[in-house]
Nanobody, 128 residues
């Protein structure tokens, strides 16, 4: 059983940066591939980024590629999402996710079905 807690959301201006963190209050994250999803009002939850258990392989949605970077520190039991060059369309609730499958399983259509554990979400708002 894993319990995920996100932090670091907030308000940023377009072109600015935010860093989200996901820590495990219970469980060991190194046992899981980790990822981030987001959900804007009136839209479905969508894949943002994912990372393999050892942190070597990462995947990104096309909309964030080159702007967002996912990191993990297994010694600290933590996964971060660095978000640069933010755009108003990045506004959403961001969710940390853990899967017992592989990082690439999160990036497929219906990738949410492969998630075993979710965090509670953190709001990111980008103003123009």
């Amino acid at each position: 059983q894993v319990q995920l807690v996100e932090s670091g959301g907030g308000l940023a201006q377009a072109g600015g940066s935010l860093r989200l963190s996901c820590a495990a209050s219970r469980g060991t994250l190194s046992n899981y591939a980790m990822g981030w999803f987001r959900q804007a009002p009136g839209k479905e939850r969508e894949f943002v980024a994912s990372i393999s258990r050892n942190g070597v392989i990462a995947y990104y949605a096309e909309a964030v590629k080159g702007r967002f970077t996912i990191f993990r520190d297994n010694a600290k039991n933590r996964v971060d999402l660095q978000m640069n060059s933010l755009k108003p369309e990045d506004t959403a609730v961001y969710y940390c996710a853990a899967t017992s499958k592989y990082a690439q399983n999160m990036r497929v259509p219906q990738g949410t079905a492969h998630v075993d554990y979710w965090g509670q979400g953190t709001q990111v708002t980008v103003s123009s």
